[in-house]
T-cell receptor
Framework: RKEVEQDPGPFNVPEGATVAFNCTYS??????FFWYRQDCRKEPKLLMS???SGNEDGRFTAQLNRASQYISLLIRDSKLSDSATYLC???????????FGRGTSLIVHP | SQTIHQWPATLVQPVGSPLSLECTVE??????LYWYRQAAGRGLQLLFY??????ISSEVPQNLSASRPQDRQFILSSKKLLLSDSGFYLC??????????????FGEGSRLTVL
């Protein structure tokens, strides 16, 4: 079983749609969680951290479910500029090496 | 504020030639440093990480090596490149264990094509 799993997609949605990605992790002792965004041929950039209580940043909402060991990212009112690959990252649990999922590709079309 | 610089941005090398990619971090001390590789259409593969000067851990056996001659400098090298070494190489840093929440910050990457 992979440590961090994501649906690779692609998710193909129209502008204005709401889309959600899930990411599951296997290490129950994991302590910190993040979503990164990676544009084509660019480096990943931190999109948002994921807190136990959930957190929101504009159109983006991240949630953590420790019991089921998954995190989610919800994007409301999708924009063309949201097209990218979204990487789930899990850290801690006895290791300082962040573990990356393989990413979920999002394509927002007009 | 902290910044990370990585170079060169792009390079084309023949098979069998050497490689040296360099990464430096500014604005922080004793960072954890990482080298990742991303093949076309693939996920991030951790190659090396370092928690301090001269301390290098290898995640994947291969013809690459890494060195950390100074606290904020991380170098990826190869004596003889293979075709399979082509990819997008990313340097990253995070706060040392216990300092910060563990998020990674990436350099802009080095795109290597081996012909």
């Amino acid at each position: 079983r992979k440590e961090v799993e994501q649906d690779p997609g692609p998710f193909n949605v129209p502008e204005g749609a709401t889309v959600a990605f899930n990411c599951t992790y296997s290490n129950s002792a994991s302590q910190s969680f993040f979503w990164y965004r990676q544009d084509c041929r660019k480096e990943p950039k931190l999109l948002m951290s994921v807190y136990s209580s959930g957190n929101e940043d504009g159109r983006f909402t991240a949630q953590l479910n420790r019991a089921s060991q998954y995190i989610s990212l919800l994007i409301r009112d999708s924009k063309l500029s949201d097209s990218a690959t979204y990487l789930c990252v899990v850290n801690g649990g006895g290791s300082y090496i962040p573990t990356f999922g393989r990413g979920t590709s999002l394509i927002v079309h007009p | 504020s902290q910044t990370i610089h990585q170079w060169p941005a792009t390079l084309v090398q023949p098979v069998g030639s050497p490689l040296s990619l360099e990464c430096t971090v500014e604005g922080t001390s004793n960072p954890n440093l990482y080298w990742y590789r991303q093949a076309a259409g693939r996920g991030l593969q951790l190659l090396f990480y370092s928690v301090g000067i001269g301390q290098i851990s290898s995640e994947v056996p291969q013809n690459l090596s890494a060195s950390r001659p100074q606290d904020r400098q991380f170098i990826l090298s190869s004596k003889k490149l293979l075709l399979s070494d082509s990819g997008f190489y990313l340097c990253a840093w995070s706060g040392s264990s216990g300092s910060g929440t563990g998020e990674l910050f990436f350099g802009e990457g080095s795109r290597l094509t081996v012909l």
